[in-house]
């Protein structure tokens, strides 16, 4: 059950991101998102750019820096991703 609401939702987000208002560079972004292809710390790392102990968050909050945590846990730069999301219309529950 919890899967098939993951997936409906997901594909709501995505469906979200072709609409034909959506700008541009706006899609790319939340496409390289739902891909996991943001140059976080975490594939810097796994791609060899950066060392294996340059991984941390740039807000300096001291964890890893994956996209899930910059967009939901992050005490910076969550909070500015719910500002976005409320200036768009999208409400959600947070973690």
Same mark, same amino acid.
């Given at each position: ?9 997901? @594909? #709501?987000?995505? @469906? /979200?991101? %072709?609409? +034909?208002?959506? &700008?541009? +560079?706006?899609?790319? $972004?939340? %496409?390289? #998102?739902?891909?996991?292809? %943001? ?5 810097? =790392?796994?791609?060899?750019?950066? &060392?294996?102990?340059? =991984?941390?968050?740039?807000?300096? $909050?001291?964890?890893?820096?994956? /996209?899930?945590? #910059?967009?939901?846990? $992050? #005490? ?8 976005? +999301?409320? %200036? ?6 947070? &973690?």
């Amino acid at each position: 059950m919890f899967m098939q609401q993951e997936m409906h939702d997901h @594909d #709501l987000v995505s @469906d /979200a991101v %072709w609409h +034909k208002h959506v &700008p541009l +560079k706006v899609f790319i $972004c939340a %496409w390289r #998102l739902f891909r996991n292809r %943001w140059s976080t710390e975490d594939n810097l =790392q796994r791609r060899g750019v950066i &060392p294996l102990d340059a =991984q941390l968050c740039i807000s300096g $909050c001291g964890h890893h820096e994956r /996209a899930e945590h #910059l967009i939901i846990h $992050c #005490l910076t730069f969550g909070s500015l991703w719910q500002l976005v +999301k409320s %200036w768009i219309g999208v409400y959600s529950v947070g &973690p």
